[in-house]
C-alpha cells in the first residue's frame, strides 16, 4: 500500500503518481514520466500512460515500454506525487508491508 503524509499522519495515498523511465530505460527513458493512479494506496495498473509533457519524444519509440514501465511500477517502492512532488513509497518486511518514510522533495 502507499503512503502518504497528510496533516502529519501517514494515510493511503490517493492521486497520481510518476515513475521517471531513467530507473529501467537508462538514458534512453531518462526524463520520460510515466504517470499511474492509485487510489487509497492501490496502484490502477490499466491508468498508466506517458505524461503529457514527454508525449512528443515517447511517440519516437517503442510502445512497449508502456509494459516496462508497469513491470517496473510493480517492484518498485518509491514514486513522486505528480502535485505536490512529495515522495510516496511503502517498505516490505519478511514479506509484509509498511509504510515508509515520508520525504517533501524541494
Known amino acids: 500500500m502507499?503512503?502518504?503524509e497528510v496533516?502529519?499522519?501517514?494515510?493511503?495515498?490517493?492521486?497520481?503518481?510518476?515513475?521517471?523511465?531513467?530507473?529501467?530505460?537508462?538514458?534512453?527513458?531518462?526524463?520520460v514520466i510515466f504517470e499511474i493512479k492509485v487510489t487509497d494506496g492501490v496502484m490502477d495498473e490499466s491508468s498508466i500512460r506517458v505524461?503529457?509533457?514527454?508525449?512528443?519524444?515517447?511517440s519516437q519509440l517503442n510502445p512497449n515500454w508502456i509494459e516496462k514501465a508497469l513491470e517496473y511500477a510493480k517492484e518498485n517502492d518509491l514514486f513522486d506525487c505528480i502535485k505536490t512532488e512529495q515522495i510516496i513509497d511503502e517498505v516490505e518486511i519478511d514479506g509484509r508491508k509498511?509504510?515508509?518514510?515520508?520525504w517533501q522533495t524541494f
Open 2 to 4: 502507499l503512503m502518504c
Open 7 to 31: 496533516n502529519k499522519e501517514e494515510v493511503p495515498f490517493t492521486g497520481i503518481v510518476g515513475i521517471n523511465g531513467y530507473g529501467f530505460g537508462d538514458r534512453l527513458l531518462e526524463d
Open 51 to 58: 505524461a503529457d509533457s514527454c508525449k512528443a519524444y515517447f
Open 98 to 102: 509498511f509504510p515508509g518514510e515520508i
